[in-house]
């Protein structure tokens, strides 16, 4: 496997995916490509086309048009390269009254690198009985086995797909601290797909936003906060401040008006917009998802 992942500079490579459901159009020539060993949140509102990619890059269903490609190799029903890819969605079709340690073993025998010790160590950790039959998991528990697998098959690309549902938060931030701590230990590429933005912004390195079937933005997380901030104030001031920058949001709650910002300025424009008699504040992750997914508006950013 280490020589097809030499074959390009990127584990994964998605050219010109396109994908109709009737009248719905999923995903509009959609492209992207990912480096190896790095972690990416995959952001986007219910709808915007996430598990629809998701599902194309693990053939578990197929695009209109485009392009696949993991580790050098066009990924469409190639055996060579499914066991390189976990992907674990957000619903599993496990046979119900298969035992999780049935479970287990299968993914053993499938995921070249399955860690059966490391499994057992988080089941542990996350207090998940491997005695227990599937159809006896709650929702947290589901997920928790998901999180399982996905972590010990230790993949070269393992994604998530809404890895924490129905957990609480003490056993979200376990998840998130295992996660991290495999991901140095054991370097991958990790692509995931969560609406828990603010909670999560921490784990990822680069984040891909996906509106309507597009990917509208794709950038280091440490730029994205750099880049987002808001600007208050009396609104002729805070009009006259924004007048030239790119406002994605902007709204008047009493007698001050808040506008949204996302740009990268240079520090001469900042010292300009701090001497125009406004307040400057970074903006929260969940906000600025909430800005950018944002249908309403159709430039690109």
């Known amino acids: 496997m280490n020589n097809m992942e030499q074959m390009s500079s990127f ?31 995959l952001l986007g509102r219910n709808g915007a086309g996430k598990t629809t990619l998701l599902d194309i890059i693990t053939s578990r269903i197929f695009a209109d048009s485009g392009e696949v490609m993991v580790m050098g190799r066009n990924a469409v029903e190639n055996q060579e390269i499914l066991p390189c890819i976990c992907y674990m969605p957000e619903k599993n079709y496990f046979i119900t009254s298969t035992k999780v340690s049935e479970i287990f073993n299968s993914a053993a025998m499938f995921f070249d690198n399955f860690d059966m010790q490391y499994a057992d160590q988080l089941c542990d950790k996350f207090n998940l009985d491997k005695r227990k039959k599937y159809k006896a998991l709650s929702r947290g528990y589901e997920s928790i086995l998901r999180i399982i697998i996905g972590l010990a098959s230790r993949a070269p690309l393992t994604i ?55 990917l509208v933005s794709q950038m280091q997380v440490t730029d994205l906060r750099e880049m987002a901030f808001y600007i208050s104030g009396r609104p002729a001031d805070v009009e006259s401040a924004a007048a030239g920058h790119n406002v994605i949001h902007d709204e008047i709650v009493g007698n001050v008006r808040i506008s949204a910002i996302f740009e990268k300025l240079t520090e001469e424009s900042m010292r300009e917009l701090k001497s125009c008699n406004v307040d400057i504040a970074p903006i929260p992750v969940q906000k600025l998802f909430i800005y950018l997914t944002d249908s309403s508006k159709e430039e690109k950013l």
């Open 11 to 41: 584990i994964l490579e998605v050219s010109g995916l396109t994908k109709k459901y009737r009248d719905v159009t999923a995903l509009k020539n959609f492209s992207v490509k990912l480096e190896s060993n790095k972690i990416y949140g």
């Open 160 to 214: 998530f797909d809404e890895p924490v549902l129905g957990l609480d938060a003490a056993v979200r931030d376990l998840f998130y601290r295992e996660l991290l701590d495999d991901y140095a230990k054991n370097p991958r590429t990790l692509i995931i797909s969560t609406h828990l933005i603010e909670e999560s912004a921490d784990v990822f390195e680069d984040v891909l936003i996906i509106r309507e079937g597009e």
